[in-house]
């Protein structure tokens, strides 16, 4: 997989409060990220800062705030 160039940009609010949601409910990451896949979603880790993709095509949806990494 080649290194990404360009910054993703921030995830649409309705969606981070999708994620947001999920996170806490869940007892741990692990839980959560177990979770997003129920949604069609996962998170990868591009130059130190969490991104959500979609989990079909792996294609970039945006960046998460720090506090969800």
Not at 5 to 16: C, E, N, R, T
Request: no cysteine; net charge positive; glycine share 8%.
């Amino acid at each position: 997989m080649a290194p990404v160039d360009k910054q993703a940009p921030p995830v649409d609010p309705s969606v981070l409060e999708l994620i947001r949601s999920e996170r806490q409910k869940a007892l741990s990451p692990r839980e959560w990220r177990f979770r997003l896949r129920g949604y069609g979603y996962a998170v990868k880790t591009v130059a130190g800062t969490p991104v959500l993709t979609r989990l079909t095509t792996g294609g970039e949806i945006g960046t998460l705030p720090p506090e969800l990494a």
